[in-house]
């Protein structure tokens, strides 16, 4: 079946302009998590859905940043007033939810540019 | 916070030969589980195998096995017969089996791999 799609693939913005970009999970995944990766860098977690329950925003690094998911399916990641520090690639993620969440799957990653 | 530390930004291997990358956690937890997940150029992460820690049986996958010493915390990653196409970034990652803690995945700095023809 199809995997984690996300869009768009690269995103090249001016500072201090909104950017949103979007993902699709795998069909009957409950669990959705968003990642950032900074060149030469590890994931860093920013936020976590499951379900209809109130989604895990520790990782968010500001205010600038929020995300929402619409029928608990497609998410967005909107990030307000971009900064230069916030180019990076943007990884979306879905598993299966409750105690089966074992394994995340992965979609391409927006990169994300901020000018 | 759980940690995860791979201590080699960079490994090379030979064509056909074989190579281990390392791969060290931190945790107060029994049970939960580690992952290892390639990142090629394309950014696509793929899971390349899986170990559940309650299981003592190291996981094996193809030309993939893992090496997991619960009490040293330890789970290295060793490619066998190695091929051009798994040259990539290498990624440790840990996640809780508990309930709330089990939202987040814990990832490592990477590893990356570079075959040599």
């Known amino acids: 079946g199809a995997g984690v799609s996300q869009s768009p693939s690269n995103k090249v913005t001016e500072k201090g302009k909104d950017v949103e970009l979007r993902c699709d999970p795998i069909?009957?995944?409950?669990?959705l998590y968003w990642y950032r990766q900074s060149l030469g860098q590890g994931l860093e977690f920013l936020i976590y859905f499951q379900g209809n329950s109130a989604p895990d925003k520790s990782g968010l690094p500001s205010d600038r940043f929020s995300a929402e998911r619409t029928g608990g399916s497609v998410s967005t990641l909107t990030i307000q007033r971009t900064q230069q520090e916030d180019s990076a690639v943007y990884l979306c993620?879905?598993?299966?939810?409750?105690?089966?969440?074992?394994?995340?799957?992965f979609g391409p990653g927006t990169r994300l540019l901020v000018l | 916070a759980q940690t995860v530390t791979q201590s080699q930004p960079e490994m090379s291997v030979q064509e056909a030969e074989t190579v281990t990358l390392s791969c060290t956690y931190d945790?107060?937890?029994?049970?939960?589980?580690l992952f290892w997940y390639k990142q090629p150029p394309s950014r696509q992460m793929i899971l390349v195998i899986r170990?559940?820690?309650?299981?003592?049986q190291n996981a094996t996958e193809n030309r993939f096995s893992v090496n997991f010493q619960k009490a040293a915390k330890s789970f290295s990653l060793k490619i066998s017969d190695s091929q051009l196409g798994d040259a990539a970034m290498y990624f440790c990652a840990y996640r809780s089996s508990a309930g709330n803690t089990g939202n987040q995945f814990y990832f490592g700095t990477g590893t990356s791999l570079t075959v040599i023809p």
């Open positions: 945790t107060s937890e029994s049970d939960y589980y």
């Open positions: 069909s009957g995944h409950t669990a």
């Open positions: 170990q559940e820690a309650y299981k003592q």
């Open positions: 993620a879905s598993s299966l939810g409750g105690k089966r969440r074992k394994t995340q799957y």
